[in-house]
Antibody, heavy 121, light 106 residues
Framework: QVQLVQSGAEVKKPGASVKVSCKAS????????MHWVRQAPGQGLEWMGI????????SYAQKFQGRVTMTRDTSTSTVYMELSSLRSEDTAVYYC??????????????WGQGTTVTVSS | SYELTQPLSVSVALGQTARITCGGN??????VHWYQQKPGQAPVLVIY???NRPSGIPERFSGSNSGNTATLTISRAQAGDEADYYC?????????FGTGTKVTVL
């Protein structure tokens, strides 16, 4: 079945970086784009960016420009999201989510289970 | 930047109809998607492109979109429908989520 399996929880110190992985299975990896969305404790959903696993092109939310990098490894059907210069406000659950197009015509139809990232000194 | 406004909470009696609104400037010209999120779980797509249901989503869930308001309707509400609901659109190469609505089934 189609699924996205994310890496485990992380605890990081302020100023550090974190890299979260999302391994896809059950479908053709390069036929769907992948979003990253985060959710701070008790807060709503926040879009971070999108990657095209086929060519590797990306688009990031302005808020994260310069701090986030999304990459992919087609040999393992895995996408990665790296966030640098972490601060306490980055404490959140990070999700990857699949989508069938780049222009918002389709919704995010499959989600990973989420990865909790805690930033604390 | 584009903003989507949702009511903080909606209450509905068991078996009745709940309507969740999502307000945005000329949202009727955009594709609106809706997600359900239960505590401790990842979101689930319940409506895409204004009014389409993914496979496995009950017919009780429906959507509409016109003017400055999109609406998610839950008919014959069940206890299992208690959750947070988010609308989402794409605008100017940015994906935007609504503020979220907590639905309580009484």
């Amino acid at each position: 079945q189609v699924q996205l399996v994310q890496s485990g929880a992380e605890v990081k110190k302020p100023g550090a970086s974190v890299k979260v992985s999302c391994k896809a299975s059950g479908y053709t990896f390069t036929s769907y784009y992948m979003h990253w969305v985060r959710q701070a404790p008790g807060q709503g959903l926040e879009w971070m960016g999108i990657i095209n696993p086929s060519g590797g092109s990306t688009s990031y939310a302005q808020k994260f420009q310069g701090r986030v990098t999304m990459t992919r490894d087609t040999s393992t059907s895995t996408v990665y999201m790296e966030l640098s210069s972490l601060r306490s406000e980055d404490t959140a659950v990070y999700y990857c989510a699949r989508v069938g197009d780049w222009g918002g015509r389709n919704g995010m139809d499959v989600w990973g289970q989420g990865t909790t990232v805690t930033v604390s000194s | 930047s584009y903003e989507l406004t949702q009511p903080l909470s909606v209450s509905v009696a068991l078996g009745q109809t709940a309507r969740i609104t999502c307000g945005g400037n000329n949202i009727g010209s955009k594709n609106v998607h809706w997600y359900q999120q239960k505590p401790g779980q990842a979101p689930v797509l319940v409506i895409y492109r204004d009014s389409n249901r993914p496979s496995g989503i009950p017919e009780r869930f429906s959507g509409s979109n016109s003017g400055n308001t999109a609406t998610l309707t839950i008919s014959r509400a069940q206890a299992g429908d208690e959750a947070d609901y988010y609308c989402q659109v794409w605008d100017s190469s940015t994906y935007v989520f609504g503020t979220g609505t907590k639905v309580t089934v009484l």
